[in-house]
């Protein structure tokens, strides 16, 4: 029913054995991956490339693993958690103006800090200049529909588990107070696939133009289009 979460304590598992076997493509085609520091906090992501998607990175002539970037307005999270700690990649924080000041002194050796950029708009103008052209927002549900409310997003890949949380659910990303300039307009659906007992549904924002990239990373992955 639109929730990414439920209120215990632990991550809900939405995703499927199947579904989670095909998410890591994903990781194959991106520069970058982008997450929230409530994300950070609550699900303490490793974001690393598995043995496969390394492979096929290095093929590519691409670092191992895509670098890792937290949005973060106050400075407020663990420098020991694996984010920082596990991987080669590039580490960044970015934020506003105030996250100089906030930002731990502890932070690992080598680990970036982008103040000035607050809204998703300024942050995708910067990534090109840090040399991040292909990015992948994995959340969680504030950053997703803080994105997709300024229009930053050109595709979305949403599983849709058999679950219902009702007043139990926790994070939606509607529940972003912006709106959209095609908000209430229809996308694109490029593909479907059932993927265990889980539902994929690959979506093209209105005004995007070129060839979906999304389905493609999956389809020699024996994934049954729709």
Known sequence: DGYLDDLGPKSLAVSSREDGAARPRLRTWADAILI???TLRRDRPWLLANEETRKLRLEAGKPPDPDKIVLSRTGSFDVTAPFFTQGDSRKLVIGPESLKERVPAELPEGTEVHAGYDAPGAVAELLPRLGIERLLVEGGA?????WIA???VDELRIAFGPLLL???GYANIG???SRAPWA???LSVTARAAMG???VVYLQMPGRTGAPVLPGLEQDLG????
């Open 36 to 38: 929230g520091a409530n």
């Open 197 to 199: 007992d889980v539902t």
């Open 175 to 177: 529940t972003t107070r």
């Open 184 to 186: 209430s307009t229809r």
């Open 166 to 168: 009702g007043s139990y």
């Open 142 to 146: 504030s950053i997703l529909g803080e």
């Open 223 to 226: 994934v049954r289009f729709a």
């Open 150 to 152: 300024a229009d930053c």
